[in-house]
């Protein structure tokens, strides 16, 4: 538990933090999760529509520190690799 009174507003402040950063991880794996489901279902359109999206929630929780850069890109070219192999068959 915080002593110092430094220490008792850090807590707080990580515990306010801690909720955006949950609140964004959870938009990523809901926009990658419905983009791969629609992927599963042969549905190559819809994940086209829906990779804008996928884009942004991998963006913003790079850009909020979330995920680290080399992680983001990697999922992006993942996801864009997928829909260009679904395009293929």
Do not use: W
């Not at 949950?22 to 599963?40: F, G, P, Q, V, Y």
């Not at 999206?53 to 850069?69: F, H, P, T």
């Amino acid at each position: 538990m915080a002593i110092t009174r430094s220490a008792k507003k850090a807590a707080r402040s990580s515990a306010r933090k801690r909720v955006f950063n949950l609140r964004r991880k959870d938009a990523l794996r809901d926009t990658t999760k419905l983009l791969t489901k629609a992927l599963a279902k042969k549905d190559v359109a819809g994940a086209e529509k829906l990779l804008p999206a996928a884009y942004q929630a991998i963006d913003k929780a790079k850009k909020r520190g979330v995920i680290k850069a080399n992680t983001a890109d990697r999922k992006k070219s993942r996801l864009t690799a997928a829909i260009t192999r679904a395009k293929a068959l």
